[in-house]
């Protein structure tokens, strides 16, 4: 089957999946739209995390052992912002450096962070579309028991280590879906809507957030296929599962499908947890789901596609 794939990914079990639909889809076929609640402002620069991971997996710069920047870094600046006394728990490697900057220098002269994100991904060779969720700033906050904490606070700062008791994406109330994602949402040619493998709280739900999209998304002609992120009660990395429990949930897929049923047509979880009762209304597709290589990428794609397509025929 042809017609636009149109992706939902957070940073890097998003963009994982995202670089295996990439491989088995036709050159234009796949758009992704990216969580934009990671993004702040450091050192009077724009870092939007997710978009960047997005971008550097999709054009093979990405580091693979890290899960952020990019490979063969050298971290010069770094340790001439430690020698002045700047702040260090951020790290930005060179390279990194000159992205952010370059963003910045676009943002200041005005334009909009999906122009730019389209202009850098062009740059950096990559065929894919990567979309911010919306060009106005949305901020992801957290309360903890260290009390309301900005995102990259929580994450980086103070390594998910506070429980967390609620979250919050400031501006989202009052930011826009993109016209291009609401249009491809409405058109008869979308083939599928892919929710990657990412957390729910950190980087789907921002997107789902986005006044409209959710609406769009439940009225879409396509197929809603998810691919848990969550594996036999475990995150594959990051705090997905800490966080499901402080928030009083159940550590499970079927608690990740919970969160989106109301969207879904197909659920996507691994074998080990075939047993699973799948939310009304949702087909369960079992298959190997972590992905360590590129093959399990491309093969975890297919899956999803093949499960798209069938829901389509029903
Ligand atoms: P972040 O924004 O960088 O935190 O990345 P995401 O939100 O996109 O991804 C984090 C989620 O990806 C975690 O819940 C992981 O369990 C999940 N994840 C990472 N690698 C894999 C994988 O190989 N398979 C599956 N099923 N999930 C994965």
Known sequence: MTGTVLALAGGVGGAKLVLGLSRVL???ELVVVGNTGDD??????????????LLYTLAGLADPSRG?????????????LEQLGGPTWFRLGDADLALHVER?????????????????????????RILPMTDNPVRTRLRTSHGWLDFQDYFVRLRCEPVVQELNYVGAEAARPLPEVLDLLADEKLRAVVTCPS?????????????????????????????????????VKG????????????????AVACRYADLLDAFVVDEADAAMAAPEGVRLVT????????????????????????EADR
Do not use: Y
């Not at 952020?68 to 001439?80: L, S, V």
């Open 26 to 28: 036709g050159a234009g």
């Open 40 to 53: 702040f402002s450091h050192l009077g620069l724009a870092i939007s995390p997710d978009l960047d991971t």
């Open 68 to 80: 952020w920047g990019r490979e063969n870094e050298t971290w010069k600046f770094m340790e001439a």
């Open 104 to 128: 910045t220098r676009q943002l200041a002269a005005g334009e909009k962070l999906s122009a730019v994100t389209d202009r850098l991904r062009k740059q950096l060779g990559v065929a894919t």
């Open 199 to 235: 957390n729910p709280f950190l980087s789907i739900e921002p997107i789902l957030a986005i006044p409209g999209m959710r609406t769009a998304i439940a009225n879409c002609r396509a197929p809603v296929v998810a691919v848990s992120p969550v594996i036999a009660g475990q995150a």
């Open 239 to 254: 705090p997905t599962t800490k966080m499901m429990r402080e928030l009083g949930l159940a550590a499970s897929a079927s």
């Open 287 to 310: 298959a190997r789901t972590l992905m360590t290589c590129l093959a399990d990428r491309r093969r975890l794609a297919q899956i999803v596609l093949a499960a798209a397509d069938a």
